[in-house]
């Protein structure tokens, strides 16, 4: 069945410091998703992405969505601590459930 | 403008027992779909509802059961609990109509097994 991979798994930064996550899928998805979900809560969904080669922008983050639409990241810059939590990027397999990546826990030091 | 909600919050269960979740859709949404999301991993899908039928299932046993009710509420069922079981449930509604894929999440149940 469809994969979705993330990494790195962690990263420590320190506040101020730009931060990017990578996620890769094993099939060509028909969109990407991001997701947030703070310590102690539930995934809040960041954007989708559609077509090849998109880059959507909000705020201090920017999504990329791959070329050959199996690969996706999502780049944070200038980290503040209200950045900390996990970052999940999600696809449609070939019946349409959304399979979620294992997630990029950012953690900031202030 | 609800939100999608959950309940109960928190439940502890002994190995073998049962236990019902359920979940109200955020308003306007038509499709519930199940997560169980275990510690430090991504959630994993269980099922998906739409209509009151089960349109899709992740890779669950049968021990894992739903069922959605005309309101568009939903339950999510598990019988002979595992030790494993334990995790945090969540429900996601979405909108059929677009593609149904774009989810608002409750805050989820979370189930220990002891």
């Known amino acids: 069945g469809q994969q979705v991979m993330q990494i790195p798994q962690y990263q420590h930064v320190q506040e101020g410091e730009d931060f990017t996550t990578y996620c890769n899928s094993s099939?060509?998805?028909?969109?990407i998703q991001w997701y947030k979900q703070r310590p102690g809560g539930h995934p809040v969904f960041l954007i989708q992405?559609?077509?090849?080669?998109e880059v959507k922008k909000q705020k201090r983050l920017t999504f990329q969505f791959g070329e050959a639409k199996k690969n996706s990241s999502l780049h944070i810059t200038a980290t503040q601590t209200t950045d900390v939590g996990t970052y999940f990027c999600?696809?449609?397999?070939?019946?349409?459930?959304?399979?979620f990546g294992s997630g990029t826990r950012l953690l900031v030091r202030p | 403008d609800a939100g999608v909600t959950q309940s109960p919050t928190h439940l502890i269960k002994t190995r073998g027992q049962q236990v019902t979740l359920r979940c109200s859709p955020k308003?306007?949404?038509?499709?519930v779909s199940w997560y169980q999301q275990a510690l430090g991993q991504g959630p994993q899908f269980i099922f998906q509802?739409?209509?009151?039928?089960e349109r899709q299932r992740g890779n669950f046993p049968d021990r894992f059961s739903g069922h959605q009710f005309p309101n568009y509420s939903s339950e999510l069922n598990v019988n002979a609990l595992l030790l494993g079981d334990s995790a945090l449930y969540l429900c996601?509604?979405?909108?059929w109509g677009r593609g149904a894929n774009v989810l608002t999440f409750g805050a989820g149940s979370r189930l220990t097994v002891l």
């Open positions: 996601a509604s979405s909108f």
């Open positions: 099939t060509t998805l028909s969109n």
């Open positions: 992405l559609v077509k090849s080669g």
């Open positions: 999600a696809g449609p397999d070939s019946s349409y459930k959304l399979i």
């Open positions: 308003s306007g949404h038509d499709t």
């Open positions: 509802y739409y209509e009151e039928e």
